[in-house]
């Protein structure tokens, strides 16, 4: 299972920076991009960033070529496309330099790229190096961000991260950022799963959803809630996972991800038939009939 792309700072869009002429055209290109993203048109929004970069590269801009390469490469590792993302980013970091500007959120999202590829050898040296890092040492998002990551690591090699899950959980308090709350969520149902508690994980995957929905993270919410409800069927809450696993499919359907819609459409089906709740089966049918209509209309004709 993959991380999510948490914190401000390290996923989609830049946080917000200090007043600077900028290129109109850059600037209408990212902020159409930043509007597509934060309504779940990701792939969209990878086009806009694109043509913002190319803009911002014809301008030679330092900064705004660094902040859309960033941003263009968020989007890919949201759509689960590392190999394209790590050349921006090696641009990104280059033009920040270039810039004058910390390239710590940059690394921190290279360490999320080369964990996405499987590279678990590279991404622990990153992430590594980002926590010796003074920026990052002086900065609780980023340390939060960096020391989640590690710990995400450790799961993936199936061991439960004690000593970084202790540090994320002391610095999580302070933190209000509601997508890097999330990550911190994720984290959590995950070592819940390595503890062989579902129902444990499935809250925590709740409340990963919640903050995404606060954050307007509005796929990655759907995923969350995909995952609460497979693990409240794991742990035999077939009534609570027939209405995750529902909400899933409904918000993926309304974000134009007919494939992903799909994919819950069949174990929310089987958790509504196994809490014997009839009213819960015919939404989802009367879902997955919405959606075939849809895939219907959307098939190009020969």
């Known amino acids: 299972m993959l991380a999510l792309l948490a914190v401000a700072l390290s996923t989609g869009c830049s946080s917000p920076r200090a007043a600077r002429p900028v ?64 050349p921006l980013l090696r641009e990104a970091r280059a033009a920040a330099l270039r810039a004058g500007r910390p390239a710590a959120d940059v690394l921190l999202l290279d360490a999320k790229a080369a964990r996405q590829q499987g590279q678990t050898a590279e991404a622990a040296q990153l992430t590594d190096d980002l926590l010796r890092a003074p920026a990052v040492q002086g900065r609780a998002a980023w340390r939060l961000a960096a020391l989640t990551l590690k710990a995400q690591l450790g799961c993936d090699a199936g061991r439960t ?27 959590l149902g995950r070592v819940a799963q ?36 497979a693990a409240y069927a794991q742990g035999g809450q077939a009534a609570e996972a027939a209405n ?12 134009g991800d007919t494939v992903g819609a799909l994919t819950q459409i069949e174990p929310a089906l089987q958790a509504a038939r196994q809490a014997r709740d009839d009213e819960s089966a015919r939404s989802i049918v009367s879902l ?14 020969d």
Do not use: H
């Open 23 to 86: 290129d109109p055209a850059v600037a209408m290109l990212a902020g159409a991009a930043r509007k597509a993203f934060d309504r779940g048109a990701v792939e969209q929004a990878a086009a806009q960033y694109g043509r913002a970069l190319d803009r911002a590269r014809a301008a030679d801009d330092a900064a705004e070529i660094g902040n859309n390469a960033y941003n263009l490469a968020a989007c890919r590792l949201v759509l689960g496309q590392p190999a394209p993302a790590r």
């Open 244 to 255: 995750r696993l529902y909400r899933a499919a409904r918000s993926l359907q309304a974000q």
């Open 194 to 229: 390595l503890d062989q508690e579902p129902r444990r994980a499935a809250a925590s995957y709740d409340k990963e959803a919640d903050w995404l929905q606060r954050g307007g993270r509005f796929r990655e919410m759907a995923q969350a809630l995909a995952r609460a409800g």
């Open 288 to 301: 997955f009939d919405e959606i075939k209509k849809s895939a219907a209309t959307e098939k190009p004709v």
């Open 161 to 187: 991260p004690t000593q970084e899950l202790a540090q994320v959980r002391i610095l999580a308090l302070d933190q209000t950022d509601p997508v890097l709350r999330a990550e911190v969520e994720n984290l």
